[in-house]
């Protein structure tokens, strides 16, 4: 998974419960790993990572469902990921 041209990519991604998705931040610029949408993270939030450049973090899904992702630095950064049983 990569962070790329201030875009997470792809931006719809599915995996299973108890998947960790690794970000790998390719640009040159600071950004986060948000549960959240629209640079606005959720009122309890399941992460939030800061990323700095060109930094890989890790965030495990635990649960299934659909989670939105964002950047708090860059609010035009969004992906949703399902998360199958």
């Given amino acids: 998974m ?3 041209g201030f875009e997470f990519v792809p931006p719809t ?7 960790t998705v690794r970000y790998v931040n390719k640009d ?18 399941a992460f939030d ?4 450049k ?4 890790e965030v495990e899904f635990r ?5 939105p992702v964002t950047c708090k630095l860059h ?6 990921v399902t998360v199958t049983p």
Avoid: I, W
Wanted: hydrophobic letters at 25%.
């Fill in 28 to 45: 040159r610029a600071a950004h986060t790993v948000t549960h959240g949408r629209e640079g606005q993270p959720l009122s309890e939030p």
């Fill in 2 to 4: 990569e962070v790329s």
């Fill in 54 to 57: 060109e930094q890989t973090v």
């Fill in 75 to 80: 609010p035009t950064m969004n992906q949703t």
């Fill in 13 to 19: 991604l599915e995996v299973k419960a108890g998947t």
């Fill in 49 to 52: 990572v800061p990323q700095e």
């Fill in 63 to 67: 649960q299934p469902g659909e989670f």
